[in-house]
């Protein structure tokens, strides 16, 4: 479970980018953090893994406030895939995937056979794939690579930064199937950036809507699917409704 409590970032030069931000991220769910660029979303995110701190207020993962955790320990407990992929230009893929398993002390063997088990899950050929470096790979096929890396070593928690945004449309559509799948089947606990209102209605259990670093709105698919139009996601939803 996550939990941000009050929490409020403000950059030196006095750039309020969060304000009192209250969510929560029951285990096992899928939280989408959607608006437009600017609103703050990243920063939310970004505070989860500690690569930020709040200003004030609280974070807690699991009931336990990430400032008393190692930022070291509390990362390697959470998957981060970004957009297209951050992979390390000089690793193969097979080596960016088992960049964690490596971290935390795993034979040669043991990261191996686990990388080869992540392409299989992503959908990636790890005979053919697996050697090839990020410049050898089409965009969906590093972004892949990037998710498999995410879930090397089996985090509880995956938190996701518009990571099909750099994507063509079919491609992107095909990574939001797999992703579905591999939700349904691994059961994470997943904060999903996005701009897109679609993406945010197809992947994700509840919704929250950000707007100037405030959260406007937040409450299941279903609840804001029915929100009025003069509503904070109801103006988001214009277009999708008149579709």
């Not at 969060?18 to 991220?25: G, S, T, W």
């Not at 897109?196 to 299941?220: C, H, K, N, P, Y």
Request: aromatic fraction near 4%.
């Amino acid at each position: 479970m996550i939990q941000l409590i009050s929490a409020s970032k403000t950059y030196p030069g006095g750039h309020r980018a969060l304000v009192e931000v209250d969510l929560l991220v029951e285990t096992g769910t899928t939280l989408a953090l959607l608006g437009t660029s600017g609103c703050g979303k990243t920063t939310t995110l970004r505070l989860i893994n500690r690569l930020i701190e709040p200003t004030s207020g609280e974070i807690r993962v699991d009931g336990r406030d990430v400032r008393e955790v190692d930022p070291i320990e509390l990362r390697r407990g959470i998957g981060y895939v970004v957009q297209e992929a951050g992979l390390f230009p000089h690793m193969t893929a097979a080596e960016n995937a088992e960049t964690v398993p490596k971290l935390l002390g795993w034979s040669a063997e043991q990261r191996r056979q686990r990388s080869a088990e992540l392409f299989a899950l992503v959908g990636l050929d790890f005979p053919v794939h697996g050697d090839r470096y990020p410049s050898q790979l089409s965009g969906g096929q590093r972004q892949r690579v990037g998710l498999a890396r995410a879930l090397a070593a089996d985090p509880p928690i995956v938190l996701m930064d518009e990571p099909f945004g750099a994507l063509d449309a079919i491609t992107r559509r095909q990574l939001q199937a797999q992703f579905q799948e591999l939700k349904a089947r691994l059961g994470k606990t997943v904060v999903l950036v996005t701009h897109d209102v679609d993406e945010a209605f197809r992947l994700a259990d509840r919704i929250a809507v950000l707007a100037d670093g405030r959260v406007t709105q937040v409450g299941s698919v279903a609840e804001l699917g029915e929100a009025p139009p003069d509503s904070p996601i109801g103006a988001l939803l214009g277009d999708r409704r008149a579709s």
